[in-house]
């Protein structure tokens, strides 16, 4: 057996350091953290395996879009699957800010002063649907003028992405370094609002063909070797997924980040070993779920990665 070693924070200089001593320590999500991240450090040098990402947009309305944004520069993911409020908050916030509240505020009060709620983010309306309006009208007229009439969900966020051209933009790296962004969930949220709208609005020649990007993600598992996901949170994109990844035996790499409980046999709670049921897992590959807060634990592993990356 190996024995339990206490953190040394005299001997921390870094986030490798840091993960070391969660290693070392044994004990509970520590231990977790570290799992995960060697496993995403053996996926990330698997130069045969196709890496996933799946998170939800809540996370892109707090700075943890910077994380994601470095992951996506660097093209340590191949293949992003969100919803639409990556895309929402993303434009948004290229254009606008958020701010800092609590989750104690009165919510009838906010409402009052045009304020929405997320959390302990504050959203005025001028940053979120008024913004997102304004821009995503201006694209899809370009697009439109330019003579395109039927185009693929993840080509129409690469051209949002081009029309952003700023550097703080996770749609702006997708586009860049052509990572797909796939949104199965593609018309639920402003993003997805505004294009029925531009649709309704004289244009129903135009068309979003979501069935091109299920082709990808077919051509995706049924020609590659190996794959890996980072999946944060649950509901449609996590589930997304795991659901294509079955169809080549199940994911070699897994690591869950997620605060949902199993006990009421959610998608969103269930753990990686219940995904090797389902196929969704291989029963021979890596995997570990991590309990606890993305914004706090990806940072941490994300920084480590990095930190080894750079030291070659």
Not at 228 to 241: M, N, R, Y
Not at 275 to 294: L, P, Q, V, Y
Request: glycine share 8%; net charge negative.
């Amino acid at each position: 057996m190996k024995a339990v070693k206490d953190i040394d924070l005299n001997r921390i200089k870094n986030a490798r350091d840091l993960i070391k001593a969660f290693d070392e320590s044994g004990g509970f999500q520590a231990k977790h953290v570290a799992i995960g991240y060697e496993i995403l450090k053996e996926m990330i040098h698997d130069k045969e395996c196709v890496k996933f990402m799946s998170f939800t947009a809540n996370l892109i309305s707090t700075g943890f879009r910077g994380v994601v944004r470095e992951l996506v520069k660097r093209k340590l993911v191949d293949i992003i699957i969100t919803t639409n409020g990556t895309l929402d908050h993303d434009i948004a916030r290229t254009y606008k800010d958020y701010y800092h509240g609590f989750f104690e505020l009165d919510d009838k009060e906010l409402k009052h002063e045009g304020i929405h709620r997320l959390g302990n983010v504050l959203v005025p309306e001028d940053s979120y649907g008024v913004i997102i309006e304004e821009k995503v009208q201006e694209w899809l007229k370009k697009i439109y003028d330019a003579g395109i009439r039927e185009i693929s969900g993840h080509e129409l966020i690469w051209k949002f992405g081009e029309f952003i051209n700023d550097e703080n933009s996770i749609l702006y790296w997708a586009w860049k370094n052509k990572i797909p962004i796939i949104v199965p969930g593609f018309f639920d949220g402003a993003v997805g609002y505004q294009i029925w709208q531009f649709w309704q609005d004289g244009h129903k020649d135009f068309k979003v063909n979501l069935l091109l990007d299920e082709q990808l993600l077919s051509d995706t598992v049924w020609n590659t070797k190996r794959t890996g996901a980072l999946i944060i949170g649950g509901g449609v994109s996590k589930h997304h997924t795991i659901w294509w990844n079955q169809f080549k035996n199940g994911l070699d790499y897994a690591v869950y980040i997620t605060t949902a409980i199993e006990e009421d046999g959610s998608l969103s709670g269930a753990k990686t070993r219940e995904a090797i049921s389902w196929n969704k897992i291989s029963e021979r590959g890596r995997h570990i779920t991590i309990f606890g807060d993305a914004t706090i634990i990806l940072p941490i592993i994300a920084k480590a990665l990095i930190e080894d990356l750079d030291e070659g």
